[in-house]
């Protein structure tokens, strides 16, 4: 095996170092460290936070190497970065020693042309002395329920915070806190993971804040399904249990051979519990929180629509206020929507969507903090862009404000006019698109039959793009329009699913069913997600390639401070 070390354009790519260690397995004895194609996924995402400064937090399912990778990929900053404090800290003291063991068997298999040194006789930590003056480096290990763990350290350069959903009630909040403080916005590194307990947890507050634009996060998360060990061939003539068969049936992308170690083996483990089934074994990260409240659309369908963009691993989250899916297509009709904000009220925020009146799909959004000039100016060039698109303003009290703006710059023929009544005797025409609560449940309506249908396109034109966070906030969304207290997870007031209310409300059609999805259909399914995802993992290696001064390996760059 040919030996990668500091220094080579690849080391820092953690599928490349990992794969030099060895791992202790399931049955007990170490064996090389083949990463599990879940595991190539988190190494794609690693590779884009550090080309991207960011932090990473992973949704996960039961069981699937995501910790172990984690600690891996601590050691390796640990061992090879001057000053470097690694800290992993995890729910339990027995989770903590079963990476510590972990981190302790990589350093032990590592090659010795390049294995760091190491200070003998430390039983839970790694210490890698450096010659004076440089700066040593280590890795620490601890519970949540350690004594102040964290709090009041110098510095840590690496955290991972492994299972934070299930840190203990009444210390999550404040040992969170207290790592957080403890690593720098600049040269510093986040990893965050856990599977999900419920709603409000410290792993689902995280999640929500990866969704603002431009967050300091990214999200990923990976069904059950893309793990092989969850897949067992059934035998001839197999038949599911009811159980079993509804599962499948509400989602085609499961195989024959995920239903069948989900009958034998997953269900068992869970106590044949579905609800444990979902937690512990998720495959999408909507159903598998404790989630209170009825949904207002089709989540289904949303989360096809989701999956179908990245294969349901939020590898495609957006981080950009204005995010375009389709550019404007000659022939085509579109409006502007905007659903207004409070200038001064900075937990709201600017929703728009710009929507293809003749394809009735959406060809882009923005979400931010935005004044009423700042918007005026904005909705003006999105307009032109989009063929003079007509613009649709809800007339509330803030949306006024741009209105006037708009009439008062000569622009009132771009507007949408809404009829209405002169002294109940002559009707005039005014701007903007009225919000009465009875128009408000009318658009609604139409907008969850456009969802459930499959009228609403939602995918974008280039592949693994689309509306993800309008999605989200769909998925989110149960009859919050009206509510003043209810905010999304951003902050607003599902701003996005407003516009596009309007916007369907401007749209009808009749509208088209689904069919049956047979074995063969679902197979089919599950090879074009993992072909999807595979392709984002290489769209994400192949976004970061140096390419300047004859550069072309995928790692040339290598994150955060000094190295060996």
Known sequence: ?????????????????????????????????ELWDSQRILAAMIRRCYAENKWLVHLKGRKEGSSTFFTGVGYQHAGYREGCHTAILANVKKTAQELTDAAITFWQSTPLEIQPDRTRGLKRSLEFPREYPLIKSHMSLAGVLDDEPLRGDMGVQVLVASEIAFWVEGRAEGAWVAARNAVPDEGGFIIAESTPNFRGDPMDLVCQESRAPYSKWLYVFLPWTITREYSVEPPPGWNPTSVVREYMDRYPQVTEANGFWMETLGLPKCGMSMGKFLAEYPINDVECWAAAGDKTFDIEKLLEARRAIDGGTGLGREGHEYEVYWQPEEGHTYIVVVDPASSWAKRDMWGVVVFDMTDCKIAATFLAHATAWQMKRRVVDWSDAYGRATIYVEANGVGEGLLNLLVSDGLASRLYHRPSTDNGIATI????????????????????????????????????????RLIEQLIDYQGQWEGLGARDAKGGHFDLVAALAIAAHAFRQKYRRGAFVTPAQRQEMFTADMA??????????????????????????TPYGIHR
């Open 1 to 33: 095996m040919t030996i990668v070390g500091p220094g080579h354009p690849q080391f820092w790519d953690p599928e490349v170092f990992l794969s030099q260690l060895r791992v202790r397995s399931k049955s007990g004895p170490n064996k090389p460290f």
């Open 429 to 468: 025409y005014v701007p903007g698109w009225y919000t009465s609560g009875k128009r408000k449940v009318q658009a609604i309506t139409i907008l969850q039959e456009l969802i459930a249908d499959g009228d609403l396109g939602f995918l974008g034109q280039l592949p693994g793009t689309g509306a993800v």
């Open 532 to 557: 999807m995802i595979f392709k984002e993992v290489e769209r994400q290696e192949q976004r970061f390639d140096a390419i300047e001064n004859g550069m072309t390996h995928r790692m040339a760059a």
